[in-house]
Nanobody, 116 residues
Framework: VQLVESGGGLVQPGGSLRLSCAAS????????MHWVRQAPGKGLEWVSS????????NSADSVKGRFTISGVNTKNVLYLQMNSLKSEDTALYYC??????????WGQGTQVTVSS
């Protein structure tokens, strides 16, 4: 299993970014996929999840209305569209997969910094 995130960077408050996660080694189209973040000096915070089998999604209240999770099963890619970014969204963003059998896999993370 391999998860490779990309798309992070420096953005001004109010700006947008789209994170990508390229997945391989498991059945992407039948998996719960997740975005989780870790702000400097803080613990892991769940951001959003999608079941790629039917597109069912859940998001944390802190990002609802601003972030959108999606997946393209034909490309094995997970996305996180982030709009109206705030300084408190600054974090290392991880892509994670809970595959059949319950094992979790994580990517290496992509840094998002929101600052003027």
């Amino acid at each position: 299993v391999q998860l490779v995130e990309s798309g992070g960077g420096l953005v001004q408050p109010g700006g947008s970014l789209r994170l990508s996660c390229a997945a391989s080694g498991f059945t992407f189209s039948d998996t719960w996929m997740h975005w989780v973040r870790q702000a400097p000096g803080k613990g892991l915070e769940w951001v959003s999840s999608i079941y790629t089998g039917d597109g069912d999604t859940n998001s944390a209240d802190s990002v609802k209305g601003r972030f959108t999770i999606s997946g393209v099963n034909t490309k094995n890619v997970l996305y996180l569209q982030m709009n109206s970014l705030k300084s408190e969204d600054t974090a290392l963003y991880y892509c994670a997969a809970r595959v059949v059998g319950g094992t979790w896999y994580w990517g290496q993370g992509t840094q998002v910094t929101v600052s003027s």
